[in-house]
């Protein structure tokens, strides 16, 4: 029984002391947390002229400095 807790000891000591730093160091963990802060930061949203719903600007249609969430309101927009 004392050899087993002996050797739990420095197995602890060993994670904690050794290992532990050098797995949060980790290259991965730095990309991902770019990663992160860029998915946070997002794209910016504007509001359809017509419908008045938000869609981000990649998505959406626009004709002079009016924007359109769809082809849809695109079109009916241009009959009024």
Do not use: H, I
């Amino acid at each position: 029984m004392k050899y087993l807790l002996v050797l739990v000891g420095v197995v602890a000591f060993v994670w904690f002391v050794l290992l532990r730093p050098k797995l949060k160091k980790s290259p991965n963990v730095e990309t991902s947390k770019r990663a992160d802060s860029k998915r946070l930061q997002g794209e910016m949203m504007v509001e359809c002229a017509l419908c008045g719903s938000f869609v981000s600007q990649n998505d959406a249609l626009q004709k002079g400095e009016v924007f359109y969430c769809s082809q849809e309101c695109l079109q009916k927009a241009t009959k009024c």
